[in-house]
């Protein structure tokens, strides 16, 4: 590895990161300024993430997430939307005036002079984030996440099935808002899971509603330029609860019509449920390019093997929000019900 960045240094890599960082660009560098928990990762970070929880006492990060420069990608790259694949282990997002590059799971370096700071802590809460997880291979989530003292659920679906406007709900209910956008998971005792099982990490306890959503969940939130959607950040105390927290319910959300129609909760095979544990990896185009297909294979099985899989249709009506959450309330504290 490089030398210890200024004011910080990462810790060791396990096995599977013993590929060399590229060296920093020369010059000065700033130092990471917050050190954090989030998505099972100890980030020392120029950015305070909001809703990020500071890292424990004592821990040394495993990520450092500086501003910097970088440069423009070769030509040949491959491409995969709006990432590029420089190397074994180096990605880069880019976008008008940005260029994220993420190395082998440890290092974030984000060139975008010009981006609000707001959606600055976004891209590096939640796009890199889903990078280093890729990396690392441990299957990042495209969904939402609350937890309580039962246990914690995942909200899985297509965009628009309102997976942060439930999980927003499910904390003003109090539960405690785990994430949005994308989840990680711990699995097995070596990634801290509770009981070697499945357990759910921190996120940033942010989510993304459209207006209305936002209404229905409370209201509040901030409009940030660039999206479309108000981010609340959900600072209410909530419940105590201990991370990784154990996953107890996975929730596939749908629709129904007409729009009075009740709620219904089916439980799915582990079989059955696989390809749809797949569709919700986040930034899934690129598993087949990293070759994370049979990793991922195996590891959607093992957590099937734990934790039981359930759709949730129900109608596009606000009013039928309560009868919705029970379910979900039901699923995570009574499972055998279904």
Not at 51 to 80: K, W, Y
Not at 229 to 249: E, H, M, N, Q, Y
Request: proline content about 12%; overall charge neutral; hydrophobic content about 50%.
């Amino acid at each position: 590895m490089t030398a210890p960045l200024p004011g910080d240094r990462i810790a060791g890599p396990p096995p599977d990161r013993m590929l060399p960082i590229a060296p920093a660009a020369p010059g000065p560098r700033p130092a990471p300024r917050a050190r954090l928990d989030l998505h099972g990762l100890i980030h020392g970070s120029y950015w305070d993430l909001p809703g990020a929880a500071p890292a424990p006492p004592g821990r040394t990060p495993e990520v450092i997430a500086l501003p910097g420069p970088v440069a423009p990608p070769p030509a040949d790259a491959p491409r995969i939307d709006d990432a590029r694949i420089l190397s074994p282990g180096v990605m880069m997002l880019e976008a008008p005036d940005m260029r994220l590059l993420v190395e082998h799971g440890a290092r974030v370096t984000l060139d975008a002079p010009a981006m609000s700071g707001d959606l600055t802590r976004l891209v590096i809460g939640y796009a890199a984030g889903t990078l280093l997880l890729h990396q690392l291979g441990r299957m990042p989530f495209h969904a939402a996440a609350a937890a309580g003292p039962a246990g914690a659920v995942l909200l899985l679906g297509d965009g628009g099935a309102g997976k942060s406007t439930l999980a927003t709900m499910l904390a003003r209910r109090g539960m405690a808002l785990v994430g949005d956008d994308m989840i990680a998971l711990a699995v097995g005792e070596a990634e801290g899971a509770p009981g070697g099982k499945i357990g759910l990490h921190r996120s940033m306890r942010t989510a993304k509603l459209w207006r209305d959503s936002a209404a229905a969940a409370g209201g509040g939130g901030v409009e940030i330029a660039g999206l479309e959607k108000t981010v609340l950040s959900w600072d209410a105390p909530g419940p105590d609860i201990a991370f990784p927290a154990p996953l107890r319910a996975i929730i596939q959300l749908g629709w129904l019509h007409p729009s009075d129609a009740a709620p219904e909760v089916t439980r799915v095979a582990p079989l059955r449920a696989l390809p749809l544990m797949r569709a919700a990896v986040a930034r899934a185009a690129l598993i087949g390019p990293l070759g994370l297909e049979a990793l991922y294979l195996r590891r959607a099985a093992g957590i099937l093997a734990s934790v039981p899989f359930f759709t949730l249709n129900r109608p596009r009506n606000f009013a039928m929000a309560d009868a919705a959450l029970d379910l979900v309330a039901a699923c995570v504290e009574t499972p055998e019900r279904f």
